[in-house]
């Protein structure tokens, strides 16, 4: 059986996305658009076929600020523990578009989805929340591919994510996602032109039969 080509968009999409935090236009999400991209992200392969994701959309704008205010009291939290060259490194990054994108899609994880037995979760205990990180990397690049940006907004409690948007005690706010039309996607990515990270090479994540300390063949 010959080896299947993928299109280049999937290759474009993949190389193109970004965490997108500073570019939101604030422009409308036309509808059908909105459905491709969530159809996507329920696409996506799920352990023991659990679906354990649910997509919550809030364009709000009072709840949208109740997050910002959240975010950045976090923020600021995180920035008391860096020394003095990482705290003005920090300074500098942009780690939200909470008020200038358009809708928030936050993405839960409900463990009991499928219970008692999903098949294939019995020995990797995460093995559905893993589920879940996959539907919103479909939902990216899907996202991606419509000109949308997404930024994943981490500066936050799962406890006051739950009380803000209702969700019960036992569903988990995995991500808290920025989404909507931008004026461009950067071609470096925010940590790199800020230089806060560096991306590391393949060759150094690549191991050969089993693992091997770093820098060794």
Known sequence: MPTPVLPASVYDAIHQRRDVRGQF???PIPGETLDRVLTAAHAAPSVGLS???DFILVADQRTK????GHVHQERAVFAASLDERQAADFSRIKIDGVLESTLSVIVTYDERRGAPAVLGRHAIADAGLYSVCLAIE???LAATAEGLGVGWVSFYRE???RELLG?????RPVAWLCLGPVTHHETVPDLERH???HRRPLRQAIHQERWHPAGQP
Do not use: C, K, R, S
Not at 65 to 68: E, N, Q, R
Not at 167 to 171: G, L, T
């Open 167 to 171: 969700i019960p005690a036992d569903i």
């Open 159 to 161: 406890t006051f994510v």
């Open 65 to 68: 600020a109740a997050f910002h």
């Open 51 to 53: 679906q354990p994701w």
């Open 25 to 27: 236009t604030g422009a």
């Open 138 to 140: 479909n939902l990216w």
């Open 195 to 197: 230089g806060w990270a």
